[in-house]
């Protein structure tokens, strides 16, 4: 399993002297572009390809607090991948320095052609190392439908 350690920074602490949620966001993007750029998706791959990733959601779930001190590590797994790669879901777990899972985290994403503005499937080549990522039990194939929570967007603000 691809994994990244972290030692909290005290830019890292809100105001409760716990981890911010925010960091647990930005460890997790600092894991994945790891795993990207040690993979060959780095950003000189991908600006060949006019490619870029966008984010949908990201579901975190708190199990304990996490103070400075001691480092943590995040994990990567793979949920899910549509079948031309448009679109993933990624597993992150945050461990404590005992190996204790800490938090977890289901992120949703895909990729985009920088250029056109539209979402894209992945080069073969980029296909490949996608799938090489070690799955979750629970791994599946996504498709459009499964990427939307609602059937329909929720309605627009009327402003005066």
């Not at 894991?31 to 040690?38: A, D, H, I």
């Not at 985009?112 to 073969?124: F, N, Y």
Request: hydrophobic residues 35%; glycine residues 4%.
């Amino acid at each position: 399993m691809y994994t990244k350690q972290f030692e909290i920074r005290w830019s890292d602490v809100d105001a409760n002297r716990h981890l911010r949620n925010s960091a647990y966001i930005d460890y997790m993007s600092h894991t994945r572009m790891s795993f990207f750029m040690e993979s060959g998706l780095d950003l000189t791959n991908l600006t060949k390809h006019n490619l870029g990733a966008v984010a949908f959601y990201e579901h975190m779930y708190y199990f304990r607090e996490v103070f400075p001190g001691k480092p943590i590590t995040v994990s990567l797994q793979l949920k899910g991948i549509s079948e031309d790669g448009m679109y993933f879901e990624f597993l992150h777990n945050f461990y404590d320095e005992k190996g204790k899972n800490i938090a977890r985290c289901e992120m949703m994403g895909a990729w985009i052609d920088l250029e056109k503005r539209k979402l894209v499937g992945l080069p073969e080549l980029f296909l490949k190392k996608m799938n090489a990522v070690e799955k979750t039990d629970d791994f599946k194939i996504i498709t459009k439908e499964s990427t939307r929570k609602y059937s329909e967007r929720p309605k627009d603000l009327k402003l005066q």
